[in-house]
């Protein structure tokens, strides 16, 4: 949120510096994450008097401008601003001044061959409001050769980070009486204009829905004016980095930030009938301020007249009904809105507004009449008009919350000794009311408060986060134990092996929506206070998470994208580690050397899983490939470029292969995707605990041993399958083996094809003997054989 210390000044007595200031909002837990002075923006420019004012000779719609800067003599200006005359006074910005709208340089020049020594600016160039069809004009007034900076009163703007248990300090009011409570001032007053209701509201309000809308109070105001506001409410907003729009929607935006309190104005003309909060009906639809069209449902709160709707409420207003510089009638509303129900209809919509932003958190209830008494007052004082007096509907929360407080509390959870007396004080400043035997009642706006323990950080806070003092942690003598599960140090492994194979991580949201679920089975837990609609179910499956990053990766120019992720996927029965790794993209780029780029395939994808399972210790050796079942994956994989990765026919390690096409359709990919899954609960643990580090490396003394074979095998017979028999003839000797070779065509039969096979063997304390070597063949054959294998002649 941002203020700047004038408008603080509005509602704080104090003569503490912007430092002071700054540090005592960090003191009491209202962060400071930026503090700029608007004065050093307008270094450079002053104010100046326009001398003499004579048409370019070359340029009809310039003028070449004699400008009093009051020192020394008169400076040499072209300008093509159609206010700019002599005997005005305006802003002149010198040689080496920084215009804020674009951040040029001012310099010496020739405008169409003739000198120009700076530049007489406008509202906008100044970033000082919106008015840019010509120069700014000061009063006669204004002191020739001051700073502006100085004339104009710039004053520093405070960034204040609010947590969303503090709405009580959305507004500056409520960050003014926290800085009181601290020593930093004295709270002044709210002032109160003064104005004279008459006759009773004209409009019927009311509120059919007391459960979204259980207070709804409104007043007329008629005759107004509506123009541009005053230039002390436009630095305001602008300070608060709101654009003022006309006096009417400034004055509820101002009410908004200065009070916490969201305030709507309504063309009366553009109503009819009576004016009701109520529940939207299905497919209701409603052009609202940001010249969007929604559509909603009966879960949302809605203002509404006879003939529709014209208000979300407490999120934003409707373009129909909206105030223009025509209006003459308004109806002003306040009301209280049930808090979750806003922050439930915004993710719906997936709107954001300043008001969603403080109705949601909970604004002060006990601040109805007293706040459309101050915004009535104000439009009577600036836009003229006749009041009626106030109608009201409904009411809202008048119970005050009352929590026993023990003052020891504070020493014992907030770690700081403070004085009884002090406490006393602290909670009184804040509006708490304190009984003698400290039975507290909180203030209606403080929502926050549930027990004691929120009394404590009150006075922790407002005595000083500083204060309280930091105590290391006790740590035992000696070096300390590892806390690290098996589990942890498994996922820090994957982790740097799916690096060092070119992978970069991503970390996705552990939320999907519901139509992402859908692609993968569904969820099976739903938030009922999701942070968006969008981020409502529990993912079921990384997948999703996934490819939206490949997607905005794609989208966004990248030609190669490698990314994989370990987190959790949320199932029915518990919550299951899982690493995913997708590869989108070209492979290798195009060149003369290799011609075209080539995209990630299908082994591609079980290479990667393959190296992954070797690093987590799965015996991948003994893994089977098997197809991808019907269902969740089979619906999430291509068809026949998939497979998956078991330890047992049931125990699934991994999957992998190509993405289905119509996933990628679904998340708007248009090259191929290769995924790898790896369940990471079903790795089995090494057998004896202990880590899955490898043994040091022993190379062996004796060299090593390769042998073909040739095989014809049945054409449907699966490579791994024929592998897994020849690696397990002879587990003591053979240490590796390899296709190298598949052939199928003439000279063999039909329904067959053959494959070669590399056979790596490893003589352990003698080199092999030839009764050894043919002994280890006839294991190999005969192994191969109980797959449907014959050796070729």
């Known amino acids: 949120m941002k203020f700047s210390l004038t408008w603080l000044k509005d509602h704080l007595e104090t003569t503490a510096s912007v430092e002071e200031i700054a540090a005592a909002l960090n003191r009491i837990g209202l962060e400071v994450e930026g503090l700029e002075d608007p004065a050093q923006r307008l270094a450079g420019f002053r104010v100046a008097k326009v001398l003499s004012a004579e048409k370019h000779p070359d340029a009809d719609k310039l003028q070449v401008l004699s400008v009093d800067t009051g020192e020394g003599e008169p400076l040499q200006v072209?300008?093509?601003?159609?206010?700019?005359?002599?005997?005005?006074?305006?802003?002149?910005?010198?040689?080496?001044?920084?215009?804020?709208?674009?951040?040029?340089?001012?310099?010496?020049?020739?405008?169409?061959?003739?000198?120009?020594?700076?530049?007489?600016?406008?509202?906008?160039?100044?970033?000082?409001g919106d008015a840019h069809d010509g120069i700014i004009e000061l009063p006669e007034d204004a002191p020739v050769g001051e700073s502006f900076a100085d004339y104009h009163g710039s004053s520093p703007v405070f960034d204040v980070a609010i947590t969303p248990n503090r709405p009580d300090c959305m507004g500056v009011y409520g960050i003014a009486r926290d800085l009181a409570a601290a020593g930093l001032g004295t709270l002044k007053p709210i002032a109160m204009p003064a104005f004279d209701a008459k006759d009773a509201c004209p409009v019927e309000i009311r509120t059919d829905d007391p459960d979204g809308c259980p207070a709804f109070h409104g007043r007329v105001v008629t005759g107004v004016t509506n123009g541009a506001s005053p230039d002390w409410l436009q630095q305001r907003l602008i300070s608060a980095g709101q654009r003022p729009i006309s006096l009417l929607v400034d004055l509820t935006n101002y009410m908004m930030l200065?009070?916490?309190?969201?305030?709507?104005?309504?063309?009366?003309?553009?109503?009819?009938?009576?004016?009701?909060?109520?529940?939207?009906?299905?497919g209701e639809q409603i052009l609202a301020l940001n010249e969007k069209t929604y559509t909603l449902d009966d879960s949302m709160t809605v203002i509404a007249d006879d003939a529709g709707v014209h208000d979300i409420a407490g999120i934003m207003g409707g373009e129909h009904s909206g105030v223009t510089e025509e209006t003459r009638d308004v109806l002003l509303e306040i009301a209280y809105f049930n808090p979750a129900q806003i922050g439930v209809t915004g993710r719906k919509l997936g709107l954001a507004s300043d008001a969603r932003t403080r109705f949601e958190r909970g604004v002060d209830p006990a601040f109805l009449d007293d706040g459309l008494d101050l915004l009535t007052g104000l439009i009577v004082e600036l836009a003229g008009g006749t009041a009626s007096e106030m109608t009201r509907a409904g009411s809202a929360p008048s119970e005050p919350k009352v929590v026993s407080f023990d003052p020891a509390l504070t020493q014992r959870l907030g770690g700081v000794s403070v004085d009884e007396a002090e406490q006393r004080r602290i909670l009184e400043s804040l509006d708490f009311d304190v009984s003698d035997d400290w039975?507290?009642?909180?203030?209606?706006?403080?929502?926050?408060?549930?027990?004691?323990?929120?009394?404590?950080?009150?006075?922790?806070?407002?005595?000083?986060?500083?204060?309280?003092?930091?105590?290391?942690?006790?740590?035992?003598?000696?070096?300390?134990?590892?806390?690290?599960?098996?589990?942890?140090?498994l996922e820090r492994k994957l982790r740097r092996a799916a690096a060092a194979s070119g992978f970069n991580e991503a970390v996705t949201w552990s939320f999907i929506s519901e139509e992402q679920a859908a692609l993968v089975g569904g969820g099976n837990w739903t938030l009922d206070n999701p942070i968006s609609e969008d981020m409502k179910v529990m993912r079921p499956s990384l997948l999703p998470g996934m490819l939206a990053a490949v997607q905005r990766n794609l989208d966004r120019g990248a030609s190669s994208v490698r990314l994989f992720e370990i987190g959790r996927r949320y199932l029915a029965d518990g919550e299951y580690p899982t690493l995913i790794a997708v590869m989108a993209g070209d492979k290798t780029q195009r060149g003369w050397a290799s011609g075209k780029a080539t995209s990630f395939d299908a082994y591609d994808a079980k290479a990667a899983a393959e190296t992954l399972l070797a690093e987590a210790g799965a015996p991948v050796e003994k893994l089977m490939v098997m197809p991808v079942e019907d269902g969740v994956a089979g619906a999430a994989y291509h068809p026949g470029q998939s497979a998956t990765l078991r330890l047992g026919p049931k125990n699934v390690l991994a999957s992998f292969g190509m993405v289905h096409p119509n996933m990628l359709k679904a998340f708007d990919i248009d090259v191929p995707v290769a995924v790898v899954g790896i369940h990471l609960d079903a790795i089995p643990e090494k057998k004896g605990g202990g880590s899955f580090a490898r043994a040091p490396y022993s190379p062996p003394a004796l060299q090593a041993v390769t042998r073909d074979f040739a095989f014809l095998v049945p054409s449907d017979l699966a490579a791994g399958d024929l592998l897994?028999?020849?690696?397990?003839?002879?587990?003591?000797?053979?240490?590796?083996?390899?296709?190298?070779?598949?052939?199928?065509?003439?000279?063999v039969p039909e329904g067959k094809k053959s494959v070669a096979v590399e056979v790596t063997l490893q003589p352990g304390e003698a080199s092999y003997k030839d009764a050894d070597l043919k002994a280890i063949s006839d294991a190999v054959v005969a192994a191969a054989a109980k797959q449907g294998a014959e050796l070729r002649g």
């Open 78 to 128: 072209v300008c093509g601003a159609p206010n700019a005359r002599a005997g005005m006074k305006g802003v002149l910005g010198l040689p080496g001044a920084v215009v804020p709208a674009n951040g040029m340089e001012l310099r010496k020049s020739a405008i169409r061959g003739v000198a120009s020594n700076g530049m007489m600016c406008s509202v906008r160039e100044l970033e000082l």
């Open 439 to 489: 039975q507290v009642t909180c203030p209606l706006r403080r929502h926050d408060i549930e027990g004691p323990a929120d009394l404590v950080e009150e006075v922790v806070r407002i005595h000083g986060l500083d204060a309280v003092e930091s105590v290391a942690l006790p740590r035992a003598e000696g070096v300390a134990k590892p806390t690290a599960t098996p589990q942890q140090m």
């Open 258 to 282: 200065a009070y916490g309190r969201p305030a709507h104005a309504y063309d009366l003309a553009k109503l009819n009938g009576a004016v009701v909060a109520r529940r939207a009906k299905d």
């Open 724 to 747: 897994r028999s020849v690696r397990g003839a002879d587990k003591k000797n053979i240490v590796d083996a390899r296709i190298f070779d598949v052939f199928a065509g003439k000279g």
